[in-house]
């Protein structure tokens, strides 16, 4: 994994960023991304106060940081136009190392924990209307070359709507998964593990798929395959969607997790209880699966306004 090292700071501190990094990746197991992202968000804000402070920063530069300094470079970033989910994200990064910091007793500053981060607009899930959904879902097997990856793209999308996976939960399965025709074992974000209902019509896609498959496959390699072999990638999934999408004439906000928030409106405008569906999607907060409830009410708006006119 590549270390980002070339901090303005002295050698002290280029140590404990290093160490730092280090127990991202080891000990919290950061992704390469997000590693990458929070060493460059702390680079921005090196460089931002050295350019005031006209020389490298040591150890007792952080030590000494007040809110001020803080505010200073968040404002700075606002009038440069960074949108408000970087500076989040950067701010997150910077509480993230100086919590390490004061935690190992190589700072005592606390400066950063009256700040909060910027409100983020809000965004509403995307989501298809029942008819639509099986409607691509029927469609589905004809965009693609041959026909055992036309019956392999149904079984993924069928997936996603059918027991909500994120894309990425659908096609890190592997054969031998699915043990259980009533339910699935999903390891989600974070490696959090969560049950979800397996329904009669989404084991009968994956039956089809294998069926037809002229691959064989044993038990631990990858369920759903490319051309070649190999694991499918998203980025296959995303161009099959894209065209059936247009073939549909469907918004271009109909992408492979919008079949996910359609497997969850459709489930809370039937009944379903916010815990619940908390659990289905393996979501971490509450506060995230309650976005679904304004989707509902949207929903709802729209259908009164059509009638109304």
């Not at 803080?70 to 994200?89: P, Q, T, V």
């Not at 209880?273 to 709802?300: N, P």
């Amino acid at each position: 994994m590549k270390i980002i090292n070339n901090f303005k700071t002295d050698s002290q501190m280029q140590e404990l960023i290093r160490r730092w990094q280090e127990w991202l990746s080891q000990t919290r197991r950061y992704s390469a991304h997000t590693l990458d992202a929070y060493s460059r968000d702390l680079g921005e804000f090196i460089d931002f106060v050295v350019q005031k402070e006209e020389h490298h920063l040591t150890i007792d530069d952080f030590q000494n940081m007040s809110v001020r300094t803080f505010r200073s470079y968040l404002s700075e970033r606002s009038r440069r136009h960074i949108e408000k989910s970087s500076i989040a994200r950067e701010l997150s990064a910077l509480k993230n190392f100086f919590k390490w910091m004061n935690k190992n007793k190589y700072i005592e500053n606390t400066a950063l924990t009256i700040i909060s981060s910027p409100k983020q607009p809000k965004v509403l899930p995307r989501a298809l209307d029942v008819d639509d959904t099986f409607t691509f879902l029927d469609k589905a097997k004809e965009f693609a070359k041959e026909p055992w990856q036309g019956l392999r793209d149904v079984a993924v999308f069928t997936l996603l709507y059918g027991c909500g996976l994120r894309i990425s939960e659908a096609l890190n399965l592997n054969v031998g998964d699915i043990t259980n025709q009533n339910y699935l074992r999903i390891k989600g974000k974070g490696n959090k593990e969560r049950i979800v209902p397996l329904l009669p019509a989404v084991v009968k896609t994956i039956d089809d798929y294998l069926a037809q498959c002229p691959y064989k496959m044993r038990i631990g390699e990858p369920l759903f395959l490319g051309a070649r072999g190999e694991r499918l990638l998203p980025r296959i999934v995303q161009r099959q969607m894209e065209k059936i999408r247009m073939y549909l004439q469907l918004p271009d906000s109909i992408t492979p997790h919008a079949l996910r928030h359609s497997f969850a409106t459709h489930l809370l405008e039937n009944g379903t209880d916010l815990r619940s569906l908390q659990e289905l999607l393996g979501h971490a907060s509450l506060t995230t699966t309650q976005r679904y409830t304004d989707v509902s009410i949207e929903k709802m708006t729209e259908e009164y306004n059509k009638w109304q006119k």
